[in-house]
């Protein structure tokens, strides 16, 4: 079984600094990796998704995310934040067996300081 | 808006009740997942419903049952509740085509069950 790893649980910056939040998968096989984000109070939205292709993901709201194969890691950067991404964010998987089951990291609380 | 409603958005139960959560899908899909996200954690796959019929199950105890309607929509449902049920519950909905390729999934707002 696929599990996933976000080793940042909580994370706090100020206005404009960059942000790099780590994600760690185990699954050798084909996987689709997501990244999605949970601002108070709403429901969960997809920020960017890998399915094939070029390992540099480009997502909405400036965010993106690489893909590394040999390091198992899907990492979201984003070169300067605002005080509007302030949200918990989450990674996911999705294995190639598995139908559309999503496997989720425990995720990381970010906190943009104005 | 992702087009996916939940309801209730909130629920107290006592231990030892029932509950039954609703879910309506995107329209256009035909696939729908639930998912159990306790405080604190990422939410925890429970089960997934394809045209009716149980199509995956995470590591859940069988007293947490679903359905799925012809118009695709859903429920969740939990017998003999227990504290540690008190979770907020995600329904996902997407499109699966031949193949089983899958369309990213769409999250409701979810509901949050309070047990006492």
């Known amino acids: 079984a ?25 699954y050798g096989g084909t996987v689709n990796l997501f990244w999605y984000v949970q601002y108070p109070g ?34 979201l950067r984003k070169p300067s934040v605002q005080w509007s991404d302030t949200a918990e964010y989450f990674c996911a998987v999705n294995a190639d067996n598995a139908g559309n089951m999503l496997t989720f990291g425990g995720g990381t609380r970010l906190m943009v300081k104005p | ?30 696939t729908v997942s639930w998912y159990q996200q306790a405080l604190g954690q ?6 997934q419903y394809y045209r009716e019929e149980e199509n995956g199950r995470g590591n859940f105890p069988p007293r947490f049952s679903g359905l799925q309607f012809p118009n695709y929509s859903s429920e969740l449902n939990v017998n003999a509740l227990e ?19 899958h369309t990213e999934a769409f999250f409701g707002q979810g509901t949050r069950l309070t047990v006492v």
């Not at chain 1, 920020?47 to 040999?70: R, T």
């Not at chain 2, 990422?42 to 089960?47: C, D, V």
């Open chain 2, 42 to 47: 990422g939410p925890q796959f429970i089960f």
């Open chain 2, 83 to 101: 504290l540690d049920d008190s979770a907020l519950y995600l329904c996902a909905s997407s499109s699966a085509g031949r193949g089983g390729a």
């Open chain 1, 42 to 75: 709403q429901h969960l939205q997809l920020l960017l998704k890998y399915f094939s292709g070029d390992p540099l993901v480009k997502g909405i709201k400036g965010f993106e995310a690489e893909f590394i194969k040999s390091k198992f890691s899907f990492n």
């Open chain 2, 1 to 30: 808006e992702t087009g996916v409603t939940q309801s209730p958005t909130h629920l107290i139960k006592t231990r030892g009740q029932q509950v039954t959560l609703r879910c309506s899908s995107q329209s256009g899909h035909n």
């Open chain 1, 2 to 26: 696929q599990s996933v790893s976000q080793h940042n649980h909580h994370v706090i910056l100020s206005e404009a600094a960059s942000l790099e939040l780590g994600c760690n998968y185990s």
